[in-house]
């Protein structure tokens, strides 16, 4: 049993290939779960880490449940799935969450080459505004997924200007190649279109939110009062 890794059952070998998914997951949805699942059997990843942000910098501001929430909703939400864990170490670090710092701490358990950290378009078209965003692609391989409602840029406008430099395109395989050995690519999904802000739009005006996430996160949210609008009256 790996002791830096808490709370992950039965961790991948140092030979496997791994996900890293963060989020706010606030709360996690379908879509999240979809998206994970595609890019686990795409990619062919032994193990994906849900990574609940617990101060994620770019959110602030939005009505975010307790990071103790959002890490029960995710657990129960992977529960069951062998291949899915989660990782609670944004929510034991101190500070911001940074994803660089994730991915470093994620680098110092598995071996250079096994992580690939995977994100949806949305977040990538803002990775510019991450702390050390260029050391990213640098640590571990990139996954872009597609997101319904917003257009993959074309291949030429890709890549961050700032990132351009360090990458050069693989046309044989459709992939941008750091020199480290480390790719960014990105991969169309049959996405949901599922935000996690609608949900919490929905439970704010007292509709359901069924089918949308899964059954154990609808009881979890409905049993804590997560998202519900204070003070209206209904009648
Ligand atoms: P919000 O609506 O509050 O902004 P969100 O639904 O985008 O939240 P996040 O927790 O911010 O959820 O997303 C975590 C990661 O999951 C991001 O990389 C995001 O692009 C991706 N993601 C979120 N929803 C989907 C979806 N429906 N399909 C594919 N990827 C998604």
Known sequence: MNERLPREPDPPSMGERVGIFGGTFNPIHFGHLRSAEVIRE????????FVPAARPPHKEGEHLAAPVHRLRMVELAV???????V?????????????VDTIRYFRTVFRPGALFFILGIDA???????????????????????RPGITMPPRDRFLPVA??????????????RHK??????????????????TI????????????????????????????????????
């Not at 990132?163 to 046309?171: E, M, R």
């Not at 999904?189 to 935000?195: D, K, P, R, T, V």
Request: glycine share 6%; with cysteine; proline share 3%.
């Open 124 to 146: 990538f078209l803002e990775i510019h505004s991450w702390k050390d965003f260029a050391d990213i692609p640098a640590l571990c391989h990139v996954i872009v997924t597609s």
């Open 87 to 99: 990782s609670t170490v944004e929510l034991e670090r101190e500070g911001k969450s940074y994803s």
């Open 200 to 235: 919490r739009e929905k439970i704010r005006q007292g509709k359901s939110v069924r089918y949308l996430v899964p059954p154990a996160v609808e009881s979890y949210m409905a049993e804590h009062a997560l998202y519900q609008a204070r003070g209206v009256l209904r009648c």
């Open 79 to 85: 529960a069951g799935n062998p291949f899915f864990a």
């Open 42 to 49: 795409a990619f062919q990843l032994d193990r994906v880490y």
């Open 163 to 176: 990132l351009q430099a360090a990458f050069w395109y693989d046309s044989a395989c459709d992939l941008y």
């Open 180 to 197: 480290t050995g480390h790719m960014i690519v990105s991969y169309e999904i049959e996405g949901l279109n599922i935000s996690a802000s």
